[in-house]
């Protein structure tokens, strides 16, 4: 059982019998006196793709859906297709890119560390890792004299996003991206 508080981007749960997918989480705190905390949750269900949003009080609980966990690598894109190898037997998953709605831009290929969610042997969605290094593409030059606290500037990553990386940074280098918040963690 997990509490609505504790839902992250990503994560599973059951509602009214069918596996639902953590999309964005919204937390939001009334000022006035003992008014609890609201989570404004966007849901994904992974049988039909519907959106389902919902707003929660933060001892709200839901069930964790009934899936299998299983390691996934990334391997290509065929299409409007992404392909997964399960690292255990070798088989492949297929997943359109509707289905990784706003995962698309942290999969390189050979990535590991990905979890598939299957039911019944149909892959449902996935789990990215928590973090991602990529290269970066482009970005201003680096500043001489710029601090590692100072100010950021806009880099993009060799899948296209775009990430708030600090000034000192150039581009070729390798960074630690967050996939739960899209941010800037560490160089790699």
């Known amino acids: 059982m997990a509490k609505a508080s504790e839902l992250k981007r990503g994560m599973v749960v059951e509602i009214n019998g069918v596996p639902h997918a953590v999309k964005q989480v919204d937390a939001k705190s009334p000022s006035s006196r003992g008014a609890s905390t609201l989570y404004k ?36 894109i065929d299409g409007d297709n992404y392909i997964f190898m399960n690292m255990e037997d070798y088989t492949q998953y297929s997943l359109s ?13 050979g990535l590991e560390g990905i979890v598939a969610l299957l039911v019944d042997d149909a892959v449902l969605g996935i789990e990215l890792p ?26 993009r990553v060799t899948t296209g996003l775009e990430v ?17 918040t899209g941010k800037f963690m560490s160089r790699a």
């Open 41 to 76: 949750i966007r849901f994904t269900n992974l049988k039909t793709g519907q959106k389902l949003d919902e707003s929660l009080k933060g001892d709200d609980f839901f069930k964790d859906a009934d899936l299998v966990r299983a390691k996934v690598q990334f391997s290509y």
């Open 97 to 109: 890119s509707e289905d990784l709605e706003g995962q698309i831009e942290y999969l390189t290929e």
């Open 130 to 155: 928590s973090s991602v290094v990529l290269p970066i593409v482009e970005t201003a030059p680096a500043i001489k004299g710029a601090t590692a606290s100072g100010r950021t500037k806009t880099a």
């Open 164 to 180: 708030q990386v600090p000034e000192y940074l150039e581009p070729e280098e390798l960074i630690k991206i967050n996939t739960e």
